[in-house]
């Protein structure tokens, strides 16, 4: 019996000890989130980043964690189509600790970024480049495009073969090695593979654009070495209620007229949620008068459901993207004194009308479980299915050139560890079928299959004053072409990086990278004339895999009155695939073999943000790239050039706005093919004003571009001889938001 008594006392001992460390080692965060005249705002995701805690607030806008573990951590608020908003906390022992937040519907310069570990982390503490775009600056841009939307920002241009094709150029990698994708999934199209095909992304529906720069072959394949592209929708999560979005465009210059439209209903399990709208352009003026046949129009229409359990959610969506745009063409001219090598070129390619439509129809799966007491806490499953497809249509008489149809089928799947001390991870599989066919007089490649399987991982131990991340990446990619040899490539690529504070706000990230790239579908068996990107196209199925070795370096500050960020990079690419031209003409087109000689990538990007007041910024970016084969040291072709931007931005209650100065100089780092472009100057003008409501609110805004009407052309468009950029104009933009 006294032994009885004895444990049972033990028992109750052990008990309440264990009950004081709990009560020693954790702690409570509450708070609350508000609009800026400090109505409450609902539903709203609340997540501490690096334990992935998340809840939302209540009808009065409050939220509270309880039991959080003792230590620093970054607290983000997100509501949909709005941007993110950060705070600080450090969690004592025993104590409560509050962090409100105030949601701004303007300008921010921090976000979270999920693109760049699959995992959410802020972009200051992230060990790779990341710029974010959200759902208000996409609108007040040129949406027509992804290239168009997102050029000019910090180390990302834009190629272009006229507004409607526009594509991403990042740190000056194009084409196949920069990939673009949809929550975190490849979406099917060509816009790699040709000047003048479109991504089919609906800029409008989207909460925002995460660019991730430098090799991100790791997490999503060898066709990342240059960086990778993700919009990002959201229907992440249920939420009860009903929230959405309307969004109308008007502007000159290009008698732009457009709109989108959403809406999400929820319960406290399932979701619901539809978009839709479109835009069109007429052709667009310059100083020098009108570019014929650069019109753009495209609709676009979404929906899906889904329903989210405490440990588990399952989704299905339904995505149709219709475009319709032209490619520009050199204005008839005299031809007395020209080349017999000019008439020759006119006489094949120079002046037919052409215009596209691109249609895409993709149907996506997701599922997946989380907060499991298990190693493997969370994952995420992903099927997604592609039918693309466009005709080359050539005016006036609408015969259809060329038909291009692109079928694909992707999935993913990532498991996340349960954090253990220090240390954390995930580790997953993707895979590829893709199906594609060409037929017509620019039937370029034989109808191809293509086989891709990937496994990777990613870790990283954090020490809090520093963190330490490596993973890798195997990847097969086969090609089964009709008529011609089969190929097959594997490859590992592997990255290690360290993050350290450095006080006062100040980070030092350092990353080391290497990529393996296999080529692609298009420079193994291409044969034939490619108005696209202005060559007649020779592929080599004998290519080899590209290697590449890479380093980033970044210094970055975030504080009250400062916000800066310096990054340098440096890539050598061995077997760098790229057009070699041969000195012949062929169909009236630059004759080019796809070639293969060491590379050699290296540049800068500056941002030096400085608080004058709590409501006037002074802001300035900079970035640079130059990029060469190192055997001939001869530059690579539709390379960017230095370029600058300065301004301020003022805030007055709801009011804001933003004049700047966008440069860019002369580029004279030319491949031998390639025409010197001059240097410039723009001038524009951003202003909006929001007013909001309890459960609504209203964002006007009016963007007034190149006010000083300048004539500058573009280096990395393909028609930039005779299609200028786009001349002095104004857009306006109304949203609703309710929620």
Partial sequence: MQIRQNLVALMFCLCALAIGVQAQTTGTLRGKVALTNGDPVHNVKVTIIQLKLSTETAEDGTYEFKNVPVGKYDISAHLERTPDILAKAEIASGQTVTADFEIRLEAVREQITVTATGSEETT???????????????????PISLGEALDHELGVAKRSFGPGSSRPVVRGFDGDRVLVLQEGIGIGGLGFQSGDHAEPIDLLSQDRIEVVKGPATLLYGSNAIGGVVNAVSGHDEAHKGVRGYVTGIGGSTNNQFGGSGGIEFGTERWLFWANGGGQRTQDYKTPIGTIENSFSRYGNASGGFGYFGDKGFLSLSYTADR????IPTEPEHDHAGESALEDEEEEGHGHEMVRLNPRRDGIQFRGGFRDLATPISGGTFTLQYNNYRHDEIELPDQTIGTQFKNKSFLYRAVFDQRRSGRYSGSFGFSGLYRDFKSIGEEALAPPTTQN???AFGLQTVDFEKFAFQFGGRVEHNGYSPDGLRDRSFTGFSGSAGIRVGLGGNNVFVANYTHSYRAPALEELYNNGPHAGNLTFEIGNDNLVRELGNGIDFSLRHNSRRLRAEANYFYYRINDFVYLA???????????ANYAQGDSRFTGTELRFDVGVTNNVWLLSSLDYVNAELTNTSTPLPRIPPLRARVGF???AKGFRINPEVVMAQDQNHLFPTEERTAGYATVNVNASYTYTQKHYAHIFSVNAFNLNDKL?????????????EIGRGVRVVYTLRFF
């Fill in 124 to 142: 200051f503490n992230s060990i790779q480049s990341v710029t974010i775009i959200g759902s208000l600056d996409l609108a007040k841009k040129n």
């Fill in 323 to 326: 475009r319709n745009y032209g």
């Fill in 452 to 454: 891709n399987f990937a």
């Fill in 581 to 591: 031209p041969t000195g012949k003409i062929n169909d009236g087109l630059v004759e």
């Fill in 649 to 651: 931005e003022a805030f």
């Fill in 712 to 724: 500058f052309r573009n280096h990395l468009s393909f028609i930039k001889e005779f299609a200028p």
